[in-house]
């Protein structure tokens, strides 16, 4: 398979489980939800959220910039930043052969609530000149682009929930392809805009207000009640093998596999059934030319909704049986940080797969009979696996899944 092998040499984190990857695997090995009151959703009707913390902005990326920018862009850029110091990739080398793909679900909505309030109130001229480019999803890959001087393919996918996974399957095909050497991809969003956790919450898609917000996320259990507001950003430094072996970069995974799909169901309902994302699985793992009894590992979507881990538990049973393989649910710890979600999920992988261990996932205690999956809890599991699955799900009926090996 090394013709179609595409190697991760490099990872970027910013997450609220912590900002480089052994922070980040100790909070998730750690077993707990980073769940709190947020102070900036103070009023609303559920104000708490999991907050990316001990990131400054205008340290990390100087006062000018970082007031110019969006949070969703702000984490974009350190990640991304991150993930290319970890690679040690020489962009100036061939920047034209240097691609950056994100995934970003929605436009931010962070300051342009502020806009539109100023437009509603008469006063277009108070309006900033900077709100559009600040907010729209494309200046995520843009700003990476121009602070890292990558000069090839340049776009951001959006696809709802499964954005940044998307990303990473787009990437590998440019890889394949051979329009590009090395590609930036991954994802960056945060859901913790007034605006969009209002609409959330009117749309009940949220857990509903607790004196507990870190039991508030329960993927999977009986008693899940929906997802808690999260943030991000996650970007992987891809690369085709031969480049990154030429360069004699350490590979730290492999992207084996990459499949996508819709349900062509219902606006924001997964199919009950879950043969959206059963159709992504499987085509992932054609792609990776596996089975899937050579998986030892899922890293689940597991939004803690009753109709969506009730589709993503039915079509992993019915691809896996009975016994899958061992399966956590960040979100449980991180939340739901959108079109970052899966981009952050897969990095959680990759480093599943260099530890040979699978974090727990928070706050599951008792299962719905007949949608049983191996969950692992409290603790991490040692688990000996070659290769690992990351699902992701979003609006639309949007599927993506990803095929990850060792090194």
């Known amino acids: 398979m090394a013709d179609r092998d595409v190697a991760v040499t490099g990872l970027g984190l910013v997450t609220p489980a912590g900002n480089d990857e052994d922070a980040v695997w100790k909070t998730l090995a750690a077993g707990g939800s980073v769940a709190a009151e947020d102070p900036d ?219 996508s799909s819709a349900d062509a169901f219902h606006p924001f309902s997964p199919h009950p059934d879950g043969v959206g994302l059963e159709q992504a699985v499987l085509r992932a793992f054609a792609d990776a030319r596996c089975a899937a009894r050579d998986v030892g590992h899922i890293n689940a979507h597991g939004t803690a909704t009753q109709a969506g881990d009730a589709a993503e538990a039915a079509a992993l049973r019915r691809v896996f049986g009975d016994r899958t393989p061992a399966v956590t649910a960040p979100k449980s710890i991180v939340g739901h940080a959108l079109g970052a979600a899966g981009a952050i999920e897969a990095a959680v992988t990759v480093l599943s797969l260099e530890r040979q261990e699978v974090p727990p996932t928070a706050n599951l205690t008792r299962q719905a009979p007949g949608l049983e999956l191996d969950v692992v809890t409290r603790r991490p599991r040692a688990v000996g696996f070659d290769l690992a699955l990351s699902t992701s799900c979003g609006f639309g009926g949007q599927n993506a899944a990803l095929v990850f090996g060792a090194a």
Request: aromatic share 4%; hydrophobic share 40%; glycine share 12%.
């Open 41 to 259: 959703l103070s009023g609303l009707p559920v104000g708490y959220s999991c907050r990316v913390r001990g990131m400054d902005p205008e340290t990390e990326l100087g006062p000018r910039l970082a007031r110019r920018l969006d949070r969703f862009t702000h984490m974009g850029l350190v990640a991304a930043r991150s993930a290319v110091r970890d690679a040690r990739v020489e962009v100036a080398a061939a920047p034209e052969r240097v691609g950056v793909i994100l995934g970003v679900g929605s436009n931010s909505l962070e300051t342009y609530t502020t806009e539109f309030v100023r437009l509603g109130e008469g006063r277009p001229g108070k309006v900033s000149p900077l709100a559009l480019p600040r907010s729209v999803p494309s200046m995520a890959a843009g700003e990476v682009a121009i602070d890292i001087g990558a000069r090839g393919p340049n776009f951001t996918v959006s696809s709802a929930c499964a954005s940044g996974a998307a990303a990473l399957g787009v990437a590998r095909e440019l890889l394949l392809s051979g329009m590009c050497d090395v590609v930036l991809a991954g994802g960056c969003e945060s859901a913790r805009s007034r605006m969009a956790a209002t609409c959330f919450a009117q749309m009940r898609a949220l857990s509903p207000p607790t004196d507990r917000p870190d039991l508030a996320c329960r993927p999977f259990d009986v008693s899940r009640n929906g997802f808690v507001l999260g943030e991000g950003g996650a970007v992987l430094v891809l690369e085709r093998m031969g480049h990154a072996r030429r360069r004699k970069a350490v590979v730290r995974a492999v992207l084996r596999g990459f499949g």
